[in-house]
């Protein structure tokens, strides 16, 4: 599963590609100018970028110029799909597609660009990796009381910081997710102690170690029929990784709200600054 943000303000073309590479497996987010796409990049950290040239406000070329001279954005896979795709085009983008095209060929070339960049990038470790589960399950013995009550208060200072109504700190499973620490959690999420892994995104955060980032999971393909959003009214998300003393990734620290689009990458900023907290606590859990 890859996160894909997708600029076209062709409506109709914008939910065929949805449609088309959800299907496939990815979360994708579709941005109708070439200014939104810019922010949404920012916000959502995605793996690949699709841009349509000609957009309301910056063109796609423009919008892929603006990436490459980033830092923090510059290798990241870009794919121009359009019909009037500029020459230069070709010296930005990784790959350029003219219009019309078959949906299914986007969808191979996404796969190809993803394919490409996992070989370059290092990617987490898979949920059902045996070391990563003996980690986690040398972190399930009882905590300290005092350990236990200023995780609970570090909870509360995330969650003000952030601005929003509920913050958690999980150990992450292969099929489930076991809360440590939490305040403001949605009733059901609280009382149960955690959730499948199928109900949020911490999968895909531990999974694939590294930030996440949904505006509204009411909006989002994969996520708005989850019990999350449907019973426990989650709209905005944000969590990244935590990790042991030997970087394997094994639970999330999360930021929820039952109000869209809550969260930008400050946040997710903020959240990774409190982690080295978090994991001198995890460490005396094993100890």
Known sequence: MAVIVAAEDDTDVADLLVTTLSRAGHVVHVAGTGPRALRMIAERHPDLVILDHNMPGMTGLDVARRLRADEATAALPMLMLSAAAPAAAADVFDQVMSMPVGLGAVADAARDLLAARDSRVPVGRPLTDPERLSAVAALLGDPDPVDEL?????????????????????????????????????DLLREAGGAPIEWSPAGITVGGDRPVLLGDMRADPVFRDSPMATLCGVRSYAAVPLHDDRGLAVGTLVVMDARPDRFTSATIRGLIATTPAIRRMLDRRRD
């Open 150 to 186: 200023t995780l609970t208060m570090l909870m509360s200072n995330v969650s003000e910081a952030a601005g929003c109504s509920a913050a958690a700190c999980a150990l992450v499973l292969n099929d489930a997710v076991l809360t440590l620490a939490s305040v403001g959690l949605p």
